[in-house]
């Protein structure tokens, strides 16, 4: 009884180790398949989890405003009230037409789907409209089959199609209509985070258009 009882206990003293090991070297696995843009606040990123974590410390679109959430921490308790025209505390409400400025060669395919989409009758001034993009997002690339290496970019952007069913007058986007194109993945997901850094103090409501340089 006392042999068998020995063999028992080395066996598993051999086995426990490589299983750990497969276990410290099973990382999560990345479904980087969203852009920061297509969400209101960090801790709406952090809870899907599907970005880009630029610097691998865990922390999803670090750019975007609070609430905010950290790997581990309880989500903090939804703000009871939101400021009249939309967006975070304090943010800014203009009244004309914001540009919002991306470097046209570093994202060349961008410019040339925005300029192509503007070409054929999409709007060149987009409203900013953060409740509701997921939704607006997944239903107009649900016809469009993911691809290894690229993104499915849209224009007008989902934070940036206001409500309603369509388009008037060929500006202030309404909807979840927009035009689609395929394009690097680095590309499409640098120029969200860009993006909703660049928009993260405007009110939902502000009028902005892309400006190439």
């Not at 086995?15 to 276990?23: D, E, T, V």
């Not at 070409?119 to 409740?131: A, E, F, I, K």
């Not at 008037?168 to 850094?197: F, I, K, L």
Request: hydrophobic fraction near 35%; glycine fraction near 12%.
């Amino acid at each position: 009884m006392m042999r068998a009882l020995i063999v028992v206990v080395a066996l598993f003293g051999a086995l426990a180790p490589a299983a750990a090991a497969r276990s410290l070297d099973a990382g999560p696995i990345a479904h980087a398949s969203a852009v920061c843009a297509n969400y209101s606040n960090q801790a709406a990123a952090q809870r899907a989890a599907d970005t880009v974590d630029g610097d691998g410390d865990g922390i999803y679109c670090e750019s975007l405003p609070c609430p905010c959430l950290k790997p581990g921490v309880a989500a903090p308790a939804p703000t009871p009230s939101r400021p009249a025209g939309g967006g975070a505390a304090g943010c800014l409400r203009p009244r004309g037409v914001q540009p919002i400025s991306f470097s046209g060669t570093k994202y060349p395919n961008i410019r040339r789907h925005t300029e192509r989409a503007i070409h054929t009758g999409w709007p060149s001034v987009l409203v900013l409209n953060r409740p509701g993009a997921d939704a607006r997002r997944d239903r107009l690339l649900e016809s469009w089959s993911s691809r290894s290496g690229v993104d499915r970019d849209e224009y007008p952007p989902a934070v940036g199609r206001g409500r309603g069913a369509g388009l008037t007058g060929g500006s202030a986007p309404r909807g979840w209509q927009g035009d689609v194109a395929y394009v690097p993945s680095a590309e499409n997901r640098s120029h969200g985070s860009t993006m909703g850094t660049k928009l993260r103090r405007f009110c939902d409501g502000t009028k902005f258009r892309y400006v190439f340089y």
